[in-house]
């Protein structure tokens, strides 16, 4: 007779013996779940998304926060994806139709117009642009896990062309989870997670904010207001299932970029120590009445009126009677800081999605094809980002702003004829809200072969004009359109397109670089 695993919570494996006696054994199906004396105290738990953020996310954000004003590299990080993602905007084309298919250019371009008369004031503090609001609401993202985007009614602004402006509110202003006992609204019986309060399917209803920022200056006792969601945006990467609040991407890598930080800091100050010594003064017979002190005067001179120097870098001593030189090597041996720095930043880079040669901005050791490679793995990593703020920031706020325009034009506010009347928009929204926003594009890294294989691509039907101008930033209507009102311009004055492509370029001399220019 076989006894139970000394754990009773093992897995079981039921073995029958010839004799028909069943035996059982605890067996381990998964080596990453033995426990040894290596990884004793890795004991993790299966915590809820929730739980896990709740004592230590504000931690997190702080740190975030630190590194990024402190860190070369972790701003550097930042500023990469920003520049990457968002550029100088994700700019939105109406894309509306008319009943037959085909564009309605008279409103797509009256209401492109108006959002870019609006967008320069888009901002509820009149400082910042939409495009500016696009940037600095993926940076809170990125940095601090999670950003609050607040639809204003702005009525009293008539300096605006809409009643509708944009705030932006930092995580720092959701109030805590310990609103009420348990976490429940008793008024409403939601369950209140962090300040967001969800309904029993997890959808947020509402939020719990305070007035203003608790650990601003100025900040007296403040209590949280409940608003409703339907004014909100909530953006934050989602993790995992049931998360109801957002994480900093600088939770992967703080330590890393910490520890280098003290690294380079440890590096440059034994550096400026070391070239302080070079020589020491011993006495030669007992102590001497003069020597060295501490003083900040040039022309200091000690006790029997004999002048020394004090130290600083390369300093040469005066000598007393019985005194002699001792020369102290400053040299420090050889380090492996560049390994170890070089590390560090593949770490990093690595948690961030990005490769070394963009967190480092250092391409001494590539050559065209790998930096090719690795320019488009990152590409790769900004595009979901880009689709991720299009479809959470971008389309929600053109929606608002057409519902804004219509009751505008409605009012006399606008004296626009483009715009339909809110039953029409309210009967068919999706119709009049149609739009496209367009990511800003790339350089091409190989010109000449690019360009060359997209003209065969779009022979043979493999692409579109759409695509691959789009991969660029730019749109194909405009594109076409501005093209044939040059090449009208061309043929009117006599002009060839090597006198429109010299115009852009200059003379062109022989070019030996290329992807096979190493």
Known sequence: MTTAPDNPLAPMVVDVTSTGTVQRSARR???AAKVDRANAYWRPTNRAA???????????????????RNNAYARGILRAELRNVVGCGIKPQARVETADGKPNEEFNRAAEQLFARWQRVADVSGRMTFYELQRLALSEVREAGEVLVHFVRDDDDRA??????????????????????????????????????????GQAVAYWLYPTNPNDLNTLLVRPVRHDAADFLHL????????????????????????????VDNEMQSSAVASCFTAAVTTMGGPADGGLVDTIDDDATDTDGNSFEYMQPGMVARLMPGEDVKVIDPSRGQTESKTWVDLM?????????????RVARDYSQTNFSSNRASDLEDRREFRPTQDWLIEHMCVPVWQRFIVAAVEAAESGRLGFDEFPSATQLLGNHHHWTAVEFRPPGWEWVDPKNQAIAIHQALEDNMTTLADELGAK???????????????KYMRERGLTAADAAQAVTGPVEPSTDGPDAE
């Open 473 to 487: 930033g730019k749109d194909w209507r405009e594109v076409l359109l501005q093209r044939a009102a040059e090449k």
């Open 50 to 68: 929730d739980l896990e953020l709740l004592a230590d996310a504000d931690a997190i954000r702080a740190r975030a926060r630190d590194l990024v």
């Open 160 to 201: 605006r062309p809409l009643p509708f402006a944009i705030e932006l509110i930092e995580a720092d202003r959701l109030a805590s989870d310990r609103l009420w006992p348990r976490g429940v609204n008793p008024d409403t019986g939601n369950e209140v997670r962090r300040g967001v309060e969800i309904n029993a399917k």
């Open 236 to 263: 934050y990467r989602v993790d995992r299932v049931g998360q109801t609040r957002g994480v900093s991407d600088f939770a992967i890598s703080s330590r890393w970029g910490r520890n280098l930080h003290y690294y």
């Open 29 to 31: 199906g998964y080596d």
């Open 345 to 357: 930043l593949r770490s990093m880079g690595v948690g961030h999605g990005m490769s070394y040669e």
